[in-house]
């Protein structure tokens, strides 16, 4: 979708610049291509650029799951991401030693 949304304006403009007619009528494909090109290029660039935006964002939850500050609830298809209070961390560093301690 975001590279549909990207190309469609790249194109018209790209259309502006290289017609797909000349004056006297006559259909002119190489300015189609080009213009095609330009669009898509465009356009990859554009989804490129979301895609890394979504990948940092995915980067930065990973690391606050791995320190444990935070809480991820799976809901309709999405997730949420929840602060866990001090006390919260306190009491899950509580139960991680108690259920790795050995027992006696």
Not at 3 to 23: D, G, H, I, T
Not at 77 to 89: E, L, N, P
């Amino acid at each position: 979708m975001v590279l549909l949304v990207a190309f469609l304006p790249c194109f018209y403009l790209s259309m502006k610049v290289y017609p797909l007619s000349n004056e006297l009528g006559e259909w002119l494909p190489q300015n189609l291509l080009a213009a095609s090109a330009f669009g898509l290029s465009f356009a990859a660039l554009i989804l490129t650029a979301v895609l890394l935006r979504i990948g940092s964002r995915q980067v930065e939850v990973n690391q606050l799951l791995r320190q444990g500050s935070i809480l991820l609830e799976t809901r309709g298809g999405g997730y949420f991401v929840k602060k866990k209070t001090a006390m919260k961390m306190r009491k899950d560093a509580r139960r991680l030693s108690e259920l790795l301690s050995p027992t006696k």
